[in-house]
């Protein structure tokens, strides 16, 4: 099956600064790439996500980009807040047999991201 | 996005009860799947719930302990059975609705203390 590594666990910026989140996933069959930010004791939410007929996918501060023959995708942040501190999760899936959606998650480790004022 | 729900939002067990939680969504959704997400962890993927049949289930996690039900595109439960302080975690059903053929979205989660 599918495992997606995450990098790192743990990571503090300064406001401002950049972030970076890097992932890794084994099925050469994922084609698809969100990734989630969970706040204390809140639902992940879906911040941006990717599939595989691109390379790079931006809004506004976030970016997110893939590397399909390395097989790895990456988090950017811009411009760091405080708000922006939580942990953020990558994750990836496969279509379903039908082809007509796509199917379960597979996570990454999560990464707790802390901007300091 | 879909508005999803889920009861209870919490709740403290005695060790071998069962509890089932639901969840509902306002629309109907293609996919609905849960998730457990152990303190501190990420989250993984106990079983697809599928509308009108048996569950598939993620290595590790059997029908026995967690039953689930799927009557319909809008409602799921899951029972977690004769539950063990291990059992204690977070369960999270997730949805994929009509409109989008693969944005997942979250349900809050029910918050479970097995004592």
């Known amino acids: 099956g599918e495992n997606v590594e995450q990098h790192p666990s743990t990571l503090s910026v300064q406001e401002g600064d950049s972030a970076v989140i890097k992932c890794t996933y084994s099925?050469?069959?994922?084609?698809?790439f969100p990734w989630y930010k969970q706040e204390l004791g809140k639902r992940p939410q879906l911040i941006i996500d990717?599939?595989?007929?691109?390379g790079e996918k931006k809004d506004q501060r976030i970016a997110v980009t893939l590397n399909k023959t390395a097989k790895h995708f990456s988090l950017h942040i811009t411009e760091t807040q405080p708000e922006d501190s939580a942990v953020y999760f990558c994750?990836?899936?496969?279509?379903?047999?039908?082809?007509?959606?796509?199917?379960?998650?597979?996570f990454g480790q999560g990464t707790i991201l802390t901007v300091h004022p | 996005s879909a508005v999803i729900s889920q009861k209870p939002s919490r709740d403290i067990c005695q060790r071998g009860t069962s509890l089932t939680i639901q969840c509902q969504v306002d629309?109907?959704?293609?996919?609905m799947f849960w998730y457990r997400q152990q303190p501190g962890q990420s989250l993984t993927l106990i079983a697809t719930?599928?509308?009108?049949?048996?569950?598939?289930?993620e290595s590790g996690f059997v029908i026995d302990k967690f039953p689930i039900s799927r009557p319909n595109l809008t409602f799921s439960t899951l029972t977690v059975s004769n539950m063990s302080p291990e059992d204690s975690s977070i369960y999270l059903c997730?949805?994929?609705?009509?409109?989008?053929?693969?944005?997942?979205?979250f349900g809050p989660g029910t918050r479970l203390t097995v004592l």
């Open positions: 997730s949805v994929v609705p009509l409109a989008g053929r693969y944005t997942q979205y």
């Open positions: 099925d050469s069959a994922s084609n698809y």
């Open positions: 990717i599939r595989s007929n691109v």
């Open positions: 994750a990836a899936s496969r279509p379903n047999a039908g082809g007509t959606s796509y199917g379960k998650l597979t």
């Open positions: 629309s109907q959704v293609t996919m």
């Open positions: 719930a599928n509308q009108g049949s048996e569950a598939t289930y």
